[in-house]
Nanobody
Framework: VQLQASGGGSVQPGGSLRLSCTAS????????MGWYRQAPGKDREVVAR???????YYIDSVKGRFTISSDSAMRTGFLQMNSLKPEDTAVYYC???????????????WGQGTQVTVSS
């Protein structure tokens, strides 16, 4: 199983970026997908999560600006980031709880990080 993240980049404050994360390989189902970020000198923090029932969670600092979604099969997740602020600058990681074989426990996978830089 692999998680492939893409979509990072550099934008000015107020700009937008859309991150994508695609799961490939032996995937029976995905229980949840999430985006985390880690800024220099800080701990990794959850930004947003979406569950298989499409319920979502956001940290307070991104509510109203970021939107997490997925395709119907929940093989690709998206994080639409609008009204970006300098404090959103970080390496963003996608994460998923994946069932590889039927009737087996969900396993946590991480994608590679993608840099998001918000600066004027």
């Amino acid at each position: 199983v692999q998680l492939q993240a893409s979509g990072g980049g550099s934008v000015q404050p107020g700009g937008s970026l859309r991150l994508s994360c695609t799961a490939s390989g032996s995937v029976v189902s995905i229980g949840a997908m999430g985006w985390y970020r880690q800024a220099p000198g800080k701990d990794r923090e959850v930004v947003a999560r979406i569950s298989s029932d499409k319920s979502t969670y956001y940290i307070d600092s991104v509510k109203g600006r970021f939107t997490i979604s997925s395709d119907s099969a929940m093989r690709t997740g998206f994080l639409q980031m609008n009204s970006l602020k300098p404090e959103d600058t970080a390496v963003y990681y996608c994460n998923a709880l994946i069932m590889e074989m039927p009737m087996t426990p969900l396993i946590t996978y991480w994608g590679q990080g993608t840099q998001v830089t918000v600066s004027s």
